[in-house]
């Protein structure tokens, strides 16, 4: 097993001052047991750790990195605008550019509210729903994760799922009260919850493509299920896009699966890895939205110049032609090289994928649910991990997150990848 020392000596010092030495949970490496390496710096496809190993990088910081890190766009768009300062605290014309440019790639948006993260935008949308319909009660599928607000907090997916926390601490049973939690793909079941109490919810969230429970495409159908039903009873239907916005289409999902909903939240890609999130929607909602109508919300860093500018950076290199061909070409051939290296060592391996996110479950049925999902051998996967990073290979520490491919691998990085990936199999298989 290799040492980090330097990693290592910072762990230590962090673990003292910041709750398990980590700013969000899943990057203390738990699941997988090991401790967490610390970034020195990025470059495209790789990472640099504070060791000096460099590693090819499938997280991309949990999303946003689409383009590859330090994309000398995005640097220089950063660049620029500090020389104007840092924060106004008043609009900016950058924000008007961010904004012209989410709208522009997704259609369904007439309207949309910058805020500093995914979990802003998802708790502000469940809020505006609920302020627009005057109905209390939500729906969220089993395995998806929203973010950290109290009324996500159930049975959710990501860190939640990995650390095997249905819900959390903290969260007022009051609160959950309203949250109800079905099977995601479970038409039949979506279906006659919505008969039964359809005209008291007041919006249905949902990751039209799941990346927190590993990578769980929606089934034939269920989307169109979910628009259907909550049209019928005057339910909001809320696209979570935070993580497939700008990463599975330039529409995000709901445009490559052609739905039009009535709600859409972003995080991640839309920011070019700076903190900001997004949530948008139909005219008749947004209006509503302080200080157009009366529903509250706000925040001191929304619409941060300096994050405005790497978003507008980094959506205008994926609006230029053939950005996200090449990136589905690239995608494909991990799959299909991965999903090889498992056929090669007789390993039982399932493998998930939606354009650039990539999913792999070390079982040997499909993984069309949650339940699906943790039938995964936890423990083959901590190895599987570990093996991985030792053969400079950085993959998301966790079973029920998904990886991510940016502009910046190359084919030689695939290559490398798979090769890493069979040789990992064969030693996990004797
Ligand atoms: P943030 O508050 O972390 O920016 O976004 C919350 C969020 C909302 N919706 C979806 C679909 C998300 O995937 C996320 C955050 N994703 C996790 C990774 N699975 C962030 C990583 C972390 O928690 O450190």
């Known amino acids: 097993m290799k040492t980090y020392p330097k990693s290592a000596n910072l762990f230590e010092r962090a673990k003292k001052m910041i709750p398990g030495g980590v700013n969000s949970p899943v990057r203390a490496c738990r699941s997988v047991g090991t401790d967490p390496l610390f970034i020195d710096k990025a470059l495209g496809s790789k990472l640099i750790d504070a060791d000096g190993n460099e590693y090819i990088d499938y997280i991309g910081s949990w999303g946003p990195m689409i383009l590859g890190h330090s994309h000398p766009s995005v640097i220089s768009a950063i660049e620029q605008v500090l020389k104007r300062g840092t924060s106004f605290g008043a609009p900016v ?242 799959a299909k090289g991965l999903q090889q290296a498992a056929v090669n060592t007789g390993t039982k391996a399932v493998l998930n994928r939606v354009g650039s996110m990539v999913g792999i479950f070390l079982t040997d049925q499909p993984v069309g649910s949650f339940d699906a999902a943790k039938t995964s051998d936890l423990e083959k996967f901590a190895s599987y991990y570990r093996k991985m990073l030792d053969r400079r290979i950085y993959l998301a520490p966790s079973q029920f997150e998904s990886l991510f491919v940016s502009a910046a691998h190359s084919d030689r990085d695939i290559d490398d990848t798979v090769a890493a990936a069979e040789s990992v199999f064969s030693e996990l298989s004797d």
């Open 93 to 334: 014309d950058l924000e008007v550019e961010l904004a012209e440019l989410v709208l522009e790639a997704v259609p369904a948006i007439d309207k949309v509210r910058m805020v500093s993260s995914g979990t802003e935008a998802t708790m502000s949308a469940i809020r505006v729903a609920r302020g627009v319909t005057g109905r209390n009660t939500i729906i969220k599928f089993d395995g998806c994760y929203h973010g950290h607000a109290d009324s996500f907090l159930v049975s959710a997916g990501s860190g939640v799922a990995t650390l095997g926390i249905a819900g959390s601490p903290g969260v007022p049973e009051s609160v959950i009260a309203h949250t109800m939690s079905l099977p995601y793909n479970d038409m039949e079941t979506f279906t006659s919850v919505m008969d039964k109490s359809g005209d008291s919810i007041a919006a249905v969230i949902v990751e039209a493509v799941a990346g927190n429970m590993g990578l769980v495409p929606p089934a034939d159908g269920f989307l169109e299920t979910l628009r259907i039903e909550t049209s019928k009873h005057g339910t909001l239907l809320i696209f979570d896009e935070v993580m497939t916005g700008f990463r599975v289409s330039k529409g995000g999902a709901q445009g490559l699966y052609n739905i039009d909903p009535d709600m859409s939240c972003f995080g991640k890609i839309v920011g070019g890895g700076l903190p900001v999130g997004a949530y948008g929607g139909k005219e008749h909602i947004m209006s509503q939205v302080a200080p157009e109508g009366p529903i509250y919300q706000a925040g001191t860093l929304s619409g941060n110049p300096i994050a405005m500018a790497a978003g507008i950076a980094t959506l205008k290199e994926i609006g230029k032609p053939g950005f996200y061909e090449a990136l589905e070409r690239t995608s494909a051939r991990l």
